[in-house]
């Protein structure tokens, strides 16, 4: 089992960046693919990007793909979102989530394929 707590988001204005970071408790951290997903007002979860439990291989949605990078310290238990180029439609809840263990690769971006999952932080972007 792992425990996740998410930091980093806020206010920010089009165009600028925000870095969140997800810290995990437990010594299995490691062993996980995490991702990140968000929720927007009145609209279902959404992934957003993952990375494999050995950072090897990576997966973004197409609308942050070249702004957003994710990467992991497995030694520290954490993942970190760097976003980049924000816009207004990236406003949501972003909330970290670890799925799989052992895998090299990311076959599926759903939500049911995660167990554990963080409390959120709020990303606003303004125009």
């Known amino acids: 089992q792992v425990q996740l707590v998410e930091s980093g988001g806020g206010l920010v204005q089009a165009g600028g960046s925000l870095r969140l970071s997800c810290a995990a408790s437990g010594r299995t951290f490691r062993t996980y693919t995490m991702g990140w997903f968000r929720q927007a007002p009145g609209k279902e979860r959404e992934f957003v990007a993952a990375i494999t439990w050995t950072g090897g291989t990576t997966k973004y949605v197409a609308s942050v793909q070249g702004r957003f990078t994710i990467s992991r310290d497995n030694a520290k238990n954490t993942v970190s979102l760097q976003m980049n180029s924000l816009k207004p439609e990236d406003t949501a809840v972003y909330y970290c989530?670890?799925?799989?263990?052992?895998?090299?690769?990311?076959?599926?971006?759903?939500?049911?394929?995660?167990?554990?999952w963080g409390q959120g932080t709020q990303v606003t972007v303004s125009s």
């Open positions: 989530a670890a799925g799989r263990t052992f895998t090299n690769v990311i076959d599926s971006t759903g939500a049911r394929d995660y167990n554990y």
